[in-house]
């Protein structure tokens, strides 16, 4: 019976040893072919756990092992604690390799982070990677090890889309033959974008936003999104990105076939179920998008970036009128001291009033009184000084408003105290002139500052508005919480309007004949309305064009793909080329186009009634308030009159 224990065991000894990897070919593919520091193995036999271990560690790598037959959590050994890069090998031999390779493939461990080996002496490829397994693509870095005539053989496979039925394409690497090893190609040359960025024709899955009915097919979205002119429900940044993204096909060779949503993002009911493109990309229904997307904190764990470079901006357009000269500088006299200053100089100007005349009136008891006061009776020079007194505070105060508004003093004053406040009244009338005047020319030269320049001023004034007929807009006004949008939408846009006046969501083309007559503010992306502008409206026009920004965010756009793409790497990396050699400044030169310049040498905005309106206020009350006098002198007079009579 010991006899035939022996070869038995001897047997499975000699066959355990065959299927358990070499630790030659692993300490070489380390060494020259990735150099990477770190080793995980998965095996289902002892042989790997001592033999395999114990060489890959007599070169300084830091190895673990785990044991297939095992239970094991994928996620909690391949981490982002991983030191340095990471060689994974897999003993294929083992019953348990379909499960590690499908679960890998799942949770997108086949990428830049992990250079994979299989052990797959005896083995065919296409057994390893079924159709089923859909993420090896042009990231994966994964190395298959079968035997040669004369040793081993390397070979780097990936593919350009298995979701896609893409077949696997495989290119030697290097062989080891008596233990020396022979570098046919640099393995990571073989796994760039060099080598792979040949996509042979390959049709890719796309999605795109197009705002209008009926557009279901590819053939509709393409035509719409290569005409170079502004199409009706098509953002400025669709059709930027969808121009990138013939940059892709034409580097790589691929085609898109598009499907169209109609926005861009969205829950279904209080799911957490998204709706739109977001939604698309996310669930991995699109390879690529032509289209871009808003900064949001809680996106960056569901998508990845590729490119940034649009800056959206929009904007409310109005043309300024008289009419909307919200902050009344363009005639208000008041306007350039505020309410303080115009108070402490009125205040100012009494007490030098009240100073003067006392100064006169002691200059008329002390300093003057002649013999001809003398030689009269004591009741005669006491009349005679009242009266006086009298005179001189109405004269005195009628000399300072004078003298403010640099209209001279008559008669000079004798009185060497009182020329010296006279003086300082003359020179504190020069500064604050010079204040003023300079307040009202600067006022007058900053012309471009004139009209509603806050989303509240638009919401305060008479101007009507409307919105580009697009998505984002309407999606704004239902989720927004924002105080400014909620009084926009009671106040301008809650009343009907008439066939005659421009619709709510109207286009550009229907809303530049409205904004050329005045009256109206058009909202939408400003790089779509400039082109249209430059060629309806004239000089003075284009002058006269203000812009309002604040109801929608100015940011940089997001170009995603869905999150661990397989395609992220290698589309980030070309698109990072192409703005280096200039392709994405040219597409935005001609894309983002500026505001048409001011040709005008000068622009005269009259003067609204709103703007004179103090300076007219104040003549009434003068007038009002000089006969308020004349009815309190007649009836002084009168009452002087019949004291004389009762005296008779």
């Known amino acids: 019976m010991k006899a035939l224990l022996c070869p038995l065991i001897l047997i499975l000894a000699t066959r355990e040893v065959s299927l358990q990897m070499s630790g030659l070919v692993l300490t070489n593919f380390v060494t020259n072919l990735v150099k990477s520091k770190n080793a995980i193995i998965f095996s289902c036999f002892i042989g790997d756990s001592r033999d395999t271990t114990q060489a890959l560690m007599e070169i300084d790598q830091f190895v673990s092992f785990v044991h297939l037959d095992q239970n094991y959590s994928l996620s909690s050994i391949l981490t982002r604690e991983n030191y340095a890069r990471t060689s994974v090998f897999v003993n294929a031999q083992c019953n348990g390799t379909s499960k590690l390779v499908s679960e890998a493939s799942e949770q997108r461990y086949f990428n830049k982070t992990y250079q994979w080996l299989l052990w797959g002496v005896d083995i065919d490829i296409d057994s390893l990677f079924p159709l089923d397994i859909n993420y090896v693509g042009p990231n994966a870095q994964i190395t298959y090890v079968n035997k040669s005539e004369n040793g081993y053989a390397y070979w780097d496979i990936h593919s350009k889309g298995r979701h896609l039925r893409a077949s696997l394409e495989i290119n030697l690497i290097a062989t080891l033959i008596n233990g020396r090893i022979n570098i046919v190609r640099n393995i990571f040359q073989l796994q760039s974008i060099e080598s792979r960025g040949q996509f042979n024709g390959l049709t890719l899955r796309g999605a795109s936003v197009i705002d209008k009915d009926d557009i279901y097919t590819n053939e509709q979205i393409e035509s719409i999104l290569s005409r170079p002119t502004k199409d009706s429900g098509v953002a400025a940044f669709i059709k930027y990105h969808y121009e990138l993204l013939g940059l892709l096909r034409e580097r790589f060779n691929f085609s898109v076939n598009f499907r169209n949503s109609r926005g861009w993002a969205g829950r279904l009911g209080n799911t957490t179920f998204r709706l739109g493109l977001l939604g698309i990309i996310m669930r991995n229904e699109a390879d690529i998008a032509a289209s871009g997307a808003f900064n949001r904190i809680n996106r960056f764990a569901e998508f990845d970036i590729i490119h940034q470079s649009w800056k959206f901006e929009t904007a409310f357009l109005y043309r300024y009128t008289s009419d909307l000269d919200t902050h009344g500088g363009s005639g208000n006299f008041l306007s350039p001291f505020s309410d303080k200053v115009w108070f402490f100089c009125l205040l100012t100007l009494a007490i030098f009033s009240v100073i003067w005349i006392i100064f006169e009136i002691i200059d008329g008891f002390f ?31 009628l000399q300072t408003f004078g003298a403010v508004c640099q209209q001279g003093l008559d008669p000079i004053p004798k009185d060497r105290s009182v020329r010296f406040l006279v003086m300082t009244l003359f020179l504190f009338s020069l500064v604050m002139y010079n204040y003023y005047t300079s307040s009202v020319v600067g006022g007058l030269l900053s012309s471009s500052d004139q009209g509603p320049s806050t989303v509240d001023e638009i919401t305060s004034s008479p101007l009507k508005i409307s919105f580009e007929d697009i998505g984002y807009y309407k999606v704004l006004f239902r989720e927004s919480k924002n105080a400014s949008i909620t009084r926009l939408i009671e106040k301008k846009l809650s009343s009907s309007r008439s066939s005659s006046e421009l619709a709510i969501f109207s286009h550009i083309e229907e809303a530049v004949p409205f904004l050329k007559a005045g009256g109206f503010a058009f909202h939408c992306e400003v790089v779509d309305a400039y ?8 000089a003075n026009e284009i002058c006269d064009l203000r812009e309002v920004s604040g109801l929608m965010e100015v940011e940089i756009m997001n170009w995603i793909l869905h999150k661990n793409s397989q395609y992220t790497e290698i589309f980030r990396t070309a698109m990072c080329n192409a703005h280096e050699k200039g392709f994405v400044e ?4 001609r894309r983002q186009m500026k505001k048409p310049a001011c040709q005008s040498l000068y622009t005269v905005y009259p003067v609204s009634l709103s703007g004179v309106s103090s300076a007219f206020i104040i003549l009434i009350c003068g007038c009002i308030m000089s006969l308020i006098f004349l009815g309190l002198e007649i009836l002084y007079v009168k009452f002087e009159i019949k004291k004389v009579f009762n005296k008779i």
């Open 367 to 397: 300093l003057h009184r002649g013999d001809n006061l003398k030689a009269l009776s004591t009741k005669q020079a006491t009349n005679k000084i009242e009266s006086k007194i009298k005179t001189t505070c109405i004269e005195r105060v």
């Open 531 to 538: 082109p249209v502008i430059a060629e309806f409206f004239d």
């Open 586 to 589: 040219r597409i935005l030169r």
